[in-house]
């Protein structure tokens, strides 16, 4: 069982940064790093659960549309974390964002329904 813990959200004005961090336990780093990818999702009251940023074992990633240039994923295998550095927030990106994991390619990433593993989320708020 993978146990997701995200930290890092809080209040930017627009325009602002943020650093999301993710940890996760309860795998071996060796199984983590190889056979999982990774990824953030978010939740925007009354909105569906969307993929934004998603990175598999070997480094390939995929971005929403509209956070590409803005948003950047990364993972440090070492330390089984992964990182969303976001830059240039606006208020549309204001939502609930979960750590998400799945033992597979990026095709796990692709919507909710592929992932095996999430975080209890942590919250970003956008002042304009």
């Known amino acids: 069982q993978v146990h997701l813990v995200e930290s890092g959200g809080g209040s930017v004005e627009a325009g602002g940064f943020l650093r999301l961090s993710c940890a996760a336990s309860g795998v071996l780093v060796s199984r983590f790093s190889s056979r999982f990818s990774v990824g953030w999702f978010r939740q925007a009251p009354g909105e569906e659960r969307e993929a934004v940023a998603s990175m598999d074992m070997d480094g390939r990633t995929y971005y929403k549309d509209s956070v590409k240039g803005r948003f950047t994923i990364s993972r440090d295998n070492a330390k089984n974390t992964l990182y969303l550095q976001m830059t240039s927030l606006q208020p549309e990106d204001a939502a609930m964002y979960y750590c998400?994991?799945?033992?597979?390619?990026?095709?796990?990433?692709?919507?909710?329904?592929?992932?095996?593993?999430w975080g209890k989320g942590t919250l970003v708020t956008i002042s304009s």
């Open positions: 998400a994991a799945a033992e597979g390619g990026l095709a796990q990433m692709k919507d909710k329904e592929g992932v095996d593993f």
